[in-house]
């Protein structure tokens, strides 16, 4: 087993569920996958030292130690996530710092590998939280304030037992990066059905997330007669159903419910409250406006046609991201050199890469998912298609090391 791999083997012990990889940030499993990293950083000896919204920065210093040539991804998963999506960009960005180390102690630029705090926005509601605090997207008394799913702040999180690392400095002024490089798994299908082992990331689709509370009467499900209702999961259920249609008729557009919760949630009871979350993506942001806007009419006419309130708030706002040119070129370059049937490919998925494209020239590497599959615990990728990211990533931080933009 190479380190790559054994690395991504123990990461995936921690968190591990029966049906995947539970790591939602500031929880047991991503403090101790944190630590690790933070500790095969130190002895790989690189200078270690995280910020106060819980990113971890890995730096091999330079000739010149100003902004560096920045590449990572994050720790944390979805609930009964996989092994790779984050953890494989934390690594292989590991691993390429290391073997660039190895040849050349001293580049010119200094060379970073982060790991970013609470990419998925699965415990608290953001998204690529901490390169949003980074990046200056989100003040760090918004995030200091949000409310975990578990009922928890991040701000006491962060000060528990499974929040900053002990024995890291904590510093707040790190200079936005020269350059930034994220390496990942594509999580679809498309690689693998072209043939292609490494993927030239063109774009980051643009996504919304939002929050729908529908506000029914709850009532004995034995007496109250069916019409004259105002049952909140059956109002839900129609904009569920919307929201799909919607979805299709506008094209080139995802939307999902992935989140619902039902209140009180019991079989002999109308239900009274139902709260779900919508997330809705397309690399052409006026797609996902037009599904949002599309959402909420129908929300008033289902809420005037049942009787009950319906809330909407849109939680997350982040738009289409286009791949930075020169970047992107030396990706392409690096990526044609190891793998002629390299494809640009643009991501469905959101990463940390969405946020930090808008203080730095950011760009992307691909590798495919077997199945195209991801967000579930048997997401895999070859071996040799993860080495071969990994030998991608190097040559691009290498050569962006060199330049002086
Ligand atoms: C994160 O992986 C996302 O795309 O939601
Ligand atoms: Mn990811
Ligand atoms: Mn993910």
Redesign the pocket.
């Known amino acids: 087993m190479t380190p790559l791999h054994a690395r991504l083997a123990e990461l995936a012990t921690h968190g591990a569920t029966s049906q995947g990889i539970d790591r939602g940030l500031f929880t047991a499993g991503e403090h101790a996958a944190r630590a690790l990293f933070a500790q095969w950083a130190s002895d790989a000896g690189l200078r270690v030292e995280q910020d106060r919204a819980g990113n971890v920065f890995a730096r091999l210093v330079g000739l010149r130690d100003d902004a560096p040539v920045q590449c990572g991804?994050?720790l944390d998963t979805v609930k009964n996530g996989g092994a790779y999506?984050?953890a494989y960009?934390v690594v292989g960005g590991l691993e390429a710092v290391t073997r660039i180390a190895a040849s050349e102690p001293h580049p010119r630029r200094s060379i970073e590998v982060v790991a970013w705090a609470g990419?998925?926005g699965s415990r608290f509601p953001l998204g690529c939280l901490g390169s949003s605090v980074y990046a200056g997207l989100n003040a760090y008394h918004e995030v200091e304030a949000l409310i975990g799913d578990d009922g928890e702040s991040f701000d006491t999180a962060l000060c528990g037992p499974h929040g900053l690392l002990a024995d890291v400095p904590v510093r707040d002024d790190f200079p936005p990066p020269a350059a930034y490089v994220e390496l990942?798994i594509e999580?679809g299908p498309i690689l693998e059905r072209t043939g292609a082992r490494l993927g030239i990331v063109s774009a980051i689709a643009g996504q919304r997330r939002l929050s729908v509370v529908v506000q029914g009467v709850a009532g004995h499900a034995g007496t109250i007669p069916m019409r004259g209702r105002a049952d909140a999961l059956v109002a839900a259920s129609e904009l569920v159903l919307a929201i799909e249609r919607a979805a299709l008729e506008i094209g080139d557009a995802v939307a999902t419910v992935g989140r619902m919760l039902v209140a009180p949630n019991q079989t002999n009871i109308v239900p009274g409250e139902v709260l779900f979350r919508v997330d809705i993506r397309s690399v052409d942001d006026a797609r996902v406006v037009a599904i949002e806007r599309s959402l909420r009419e129908r929300a008033a006419e289902v809420a005037t046609a049942r009787g009950v309130r319906i809330a909407v708030e849109t939680l997350e706002v982040r738009d289409a991201v286009p791949m930075e040119t020169r970047t992107r070129d030396l990706v392409r370059r690096a990526c044609l050199a190891l793998d002629p049937r390299a494809i640009d490919v643009a991501s469905g998925?959101?990463?940390d890469a969405m946020c930090i494209a808008q203080i730095a020239p950011t760009a992307m590497i691909f590798v495919p998912s077997v199945g195209g599959r991801s967000h579930v615990g048997d997401e895999h990728t070859a071996p040799d298609d993860l080495e071969l990211g990994v030998d991608a990533l190097a040559a691009v931080l290498s050569a962006a090391a060199a330049h002086v933009w």
């Open positions: 991804s994050h999506d984050g960009g990419e998925e990942h999580q998925a959101g990463h």
